[in-house]
């Protein structure tokens, strides 16, 4: 059997106790002997439900998703770095073959909710959108990028720490596949079935499409010049 113990399975939660527990469950049936870390700011019991189903838990820096994000990324020691959100709408099933693909030497390894028709669980406005983000990605980057959005992929560690993220507003989930690609890195792609939610959704749509072009929109030579700096 297959186990895992150079992979991580990084999560950002808040209020998520309704979906927590199941998620982390099915991570640890597809994964066995993967570690498990949550980044929390939660006010209901996601956080004592992680604990209980074994993950590491810490308390996030309290500046919204990407910060989060960030220190779920960076804090990890294991090889492979895999994301999913905390609601549910992610497959497990797809974890190990995301976990392959980067044992066989892909950078950045992601799911694809998009495919040729829009999932039910997603509004149509939000597939439009997020097909329109991806397009302008794709421009950029001068390889197919096919969901600037999913919260579903895996990471070789090192790319994580060689690149100067900038996190501090929001859309960070673009950047996580846009400047691997821009610099040069492996990154593939493939479908999955993405599912309805489980509890409320955060997410304000307005504001995250606006910092999603803000991201796409800036001039290649600043990002590869950003990362020069600091090399």
């Known amino acids: 059997m297959l186990t895992y ?26 994964l066995p002997g993967a570690k498990l870390y949550v980044v929390d700011d939660s006010t209901d019991s996601t956080p004592t439900i992680a604990l209980e189903e074994g ?6 820096p309290g500046q919204g998703f990407g910060p989060a994000m960030h220190q779920a990324l960076l804090t990890p020691t294991e090889d ?15 974890f190990p073959k995301l976990v392959t693909m980067i044992r066989q030497g892909v950078d950045v390894a992601g799911t694809n909710r998009l495919g040729r028709r829009r999932p039910s669980s997603m509004p149509r406005s939000n597939y439009l959108v997020n097909r329109l983000l991806s397009l302008i990605a794709s421009a950029r980057a001068r390889q197919r990028v096919r ?10 560690r090192e790319v994580l720490h060689s690149i100067q993220w900038d996190y501090g ?16 890195y492996s990154v593939e792609e493939f479908e999955i079935p ?3 939610r489980i509890g409320e959704t955060t997410l304000h749509r307005w504001s995250s499409g606006k910092a999603s072009m803000k991201r796409l929109l800036r001039r290649k030579r600043d990002i590869v010049a950003r990362q020069l700096l600091i090399r």
């Open 194 to 196: 993405y599912r309805e």
């Open 169 to 184: 507003f929001e859309a960070f989930p673009v950047d996580l596949i846009l400047m691997p690609a821009i610099l040069g």
């Open 55 to 60: 993950a590491h838990v810490s308390r996030g």
């Open 80 to 94: 492979i770095v895999l994301t999913v959100d905390a609601d549910d709408t992610y497959p497990p099933e797809a």
């Open 147 to 156: 969901d600037v959005h999913s919260g579903q992929r895996a990471y070789r």
């Open 5 to 30: 113990e150079d992979v991580a399975v990084v999560l950002i939660t808040r209020n998520e106790e309704r979906a927590i527990r199941k998620v982390l469950l099915d991570a640890k049936a597809v």
